[in-house]
């Protein structure tokens, strides 16, 4: 205790020397050089030091205690501080005190000179370089940028600070006035403090920033996301976790021991290879030392439940028996040998080279064509589970690869919830609906279906709910879509495209026969000889109450008739119903679809590709007084458009020959209009439909109601081929087309055509329009009424 015999704690403090400091010992103030800040005054030495200070109007050096407790010794204070002036010194009237001080510059201490009744320093202060270098000015650039993005994190950032960090222009007080917003620990802060070299200094805080930026984004989206999808499975997990509060509140504890015991039995038995294991045993026993109220208890155990649940090692035998397959997928669809062929093929590749990639299949078709069905059955031939992904409307990277475990209710995404639940490593997994992805600020889901389907990187897919590797390789995956053109290129080029064009009328009928209704009477609970519905009946629901290239309305619409035979059936009317054809109408109402080409004006009947298998598209002209301007109307797409100019430019150009007025057309505008709304009218295959509804307004020649086209043209008149002619050709009967002209060049197309369709038809292949308006056009031009 001889300090207190020191000269200082005898002579007034006045006359303390110039190059020593009255120490202001602070427990949770970093004060920096440039900042003002309140700070507690706290223990009998600082309130000593504080009052001393403001009595003689000198400086005093704040300093941060390294150690917890009042009146801190000189080793229990850091070394290194903030000279400051104090702006005011406050005594509240609780008898505690504040001063607002303002940093001024940096001092490190050499000794003590006094410590009672207040510590007194020799110190050396330190100047900040007033020039800096280009180094300096880019970090101080950056770091102010940094700042204010982070500020526009923080909804509760006062927007003078944003106002103030743009003004400050000495990169050493941007570093310093940062650091002391920042939400640093103490410790953080002082360390930023020391770091006298400035190039570091700032390297430091732009560190501490960025993490903190870091940090602000992500709980910003784990607050959006938990805010926007507290969807299903998150109420699920919070419903849970409030049904143990429950239980626990009534006593019913169950044995915290026992749960762990089980546990561990489960993690040993699950087969999980080492790095699971290792994850699982370090959980579990984080798991024994969390209080079982805890909200981490329920993630943590809901995750140990997921990496027991994984089916790590678990594997189905395959067998590939190429004949029980053939039967297999016979029995479950009719018709498709093309199709049933690639997949027997598929099989057969994988049968004899087992350990070889083999591809993954896509079946890409309309609707209700049977994608689904033949995913099914394949994985029935192959004796393995069956599982659908919907990759529709996906655009969350994390629906693929999962939520870290940040939030209560986060999960792993859907391949490994799918895995999950087919219980095997080696099930059928169909990712439906490829085509239908999309990308979006929430990541890209494509690169993670990449991923998921490389074989290069599949036998360790991350997810990050998961956190460990899972493989995937021994999964067999099948997409399908509808639109090959939706589907990205490089997810086109990992997969093998099979196509499935739609049903013609005698397929459906076919297979309304013999699969969908027997599927029909069995969900109504009947039996094959209490109802019998005629072919005609049949073929009348096909034509005139669906509409689609699949088979599913004409499922439902044979559903709808078996339901009312049941009723008949079931309140004793009769024993046995048969419907006809005149009874159709009776059940379902009024015809959805009129047949279109009993209802058609004289306009060219197109022939449309679109998702849903194919469509025919009216094409009407009209003149009307004006100037030769040509005006398109049915929201059409740019290429149609560009089609709809060639034709115009053509039928002018050739005029001559046509037998075309020119003089008519010089003082008429052209109208182009398409109409039926729902087809998507986009696509270079309408030129030779559009120059033909011309050609017959301009010459008064008739457009044949039994003729339908397709095919785009050159400006010289020349026919080009164009694509989906099959399901074109099919949609055309369906509408009961008979004649199509087609371009020439599709001629290879033609086996592609069912044969029952093919038998049907008519085909013109043209070469040129001349070709195609020899045999739309009636010979003989009518009376047509002034347009
Ligand atoms: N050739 C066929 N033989 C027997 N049944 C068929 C055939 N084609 C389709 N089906 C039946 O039609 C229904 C619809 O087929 P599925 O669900 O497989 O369509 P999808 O092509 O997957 O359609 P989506 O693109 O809408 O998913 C199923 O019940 C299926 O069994
Ligand atoms: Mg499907």
Known sequence: MNENATPMTAAPAASLPED???????????????????????????????????????????LLQAAEGENPEPDQLHRVGTVASI???????????????????????????????????????????????KEIEARALT?????????????????????????????????????????????????????????????????????????????????????????????????????????????????????????????????????????????????????????????????????IA????????????????????????????????????????????????????????????????LGQSIAKALGLQFRRVSLGGVHDEAEIRGHRRTYIGSLPGNIVQAIRKAGRRNPVLMLDEVDKLSASHQGDPFSALLEVLDPEQNNTFRDNYLGVPFDLSKVLFIGTANVLDAIPAPLRDRMEIIELAGYTEEEKLQIARRHLLARQLSANGLRADQVQISDEALRHVIVDYTREAGVRGLERQIGALLRNAAVTIA????????????????????????????????????????????????????????????????????????????????????????????????????????PAGAIPKDGPSAGVAMATSLASLLTGRTVRADVAMTGEISLRGVVLPVGGIKEKVVAAARAGIRTVILPARNRRDLEDIPESVRNRMEFVWAEKIDDVLARALETAPVQRAAA
């Open 87 to 133: 702006v005011r010194f406050v005594t509240a009237a609780d008898g505690t005190h504040h001063l607002i001080a303002q940093g001024e510059q940096r001092f490190t201490v050499l000794d003590y000179v006094s410590r009672e009744p207040f510590l007194v320093a020799r110190i050396e202060a330190h100047k900040e370089p007033t020039a800096v270098g």
């Open 571 to 674: 309140s004793g009317r009769a024993a046995q119903v048969s419907i006809d054809v005149g009874d159709v109408q009776g059940i379902l109402g009024a015809p959805r679809f009129e047949n279109e080409v009993a209802l058609r004006t004289s306009v060219a009947t197109g022939l449309a590709w679109t998702p849903a298998g194919g469509d025919i598209l009216f094409i009407e002209s009209s003149r009307v007084r004006g100037r030769g301007k040509l005006i398109l109307t049915g929201q059409l797409g740019e290429v149609m458009k560009e089609s709809a100019q060639a034709a115009v430019t053509l039928v002018k150009s050739q005029a001559d020959r046509l037998g075309i007025d020119a003089a008519v057309l010089d003082d008429s505008d052209l109208h182009i209009h398409v």
């Open 143 to 307: 770091l102010r940028e940094r700042a204010i993005e982070a500020m526009q994190l923080l909804p509760q950032a006062p927007a003078e600070l944003g106002n103030a960090i743009r003004a400050i222009d000495s990169a050493s007080t941007l570093a310093d006035i940062v650091a002391s917003f920042m939400d640093l620990k103490m410790t953080e802060k002082q360390e930023i403090l020391a770091t006298f070299d400035l190039e570091e200094r700032l390297d430091r805080v732009l560190a501490f920033l960025n993490r903190r930026i870091e940090v602000l984004k992500v709980s910003r989206q784990i607050d959006e996301r938990t805010r926007e999808a507290f969807d299903e499975r998150q109420k699920e997990a919070v419903l849970r976790e409030r049904l143990r509060q429950i239980q626990k509140e009534l006593g019913d504890k169950g044995d915290p021991g026992a749960e762990a015991e089980d546990l561990r039995k489960s993690v040993a038995e699950a087969g999980m290879p080492p790095e699971a294991e290792e994850q699982a045993q370090r959980e579990l026993a984080r798991l024994e030392r969390m209080p079982e109220g805890a909200a981490e208890y329920s993630m943590t155990r809901n995750y140990l439940d997921w990496l």
């Open 310 to 373: 994984m089916p790590w090692s678990k594997l189905d035998p395959e067998q590939l028996d190429i004949d029980r397959a053939r039967a297999i997928l016979d029995e479950d669809h009719y018709g498709l040998d093309k199709v049933k062929r690639r997949i027997l093929e598929f099989l057969a590749v994988r049968k004899l080279n087992p350990e070889g990639r083999s591809p993954i299949l896509c079946f890409v078709g309309p609707p209700g064509v049977g994608k689904t069905s």
């Open 20 to 62: 020593v400091l009255i120490i202001l010992p602070t427990a949770e103030t970093v004060l920096f050089p440039g900042v003002v800040l309140p700070i507690a005054v706290r223990g009998k030495r600082a309130i000593a030091a504080a009052q001393e200070a403001v009595r003689t109007q000198r400086r005093v050096g704040v």
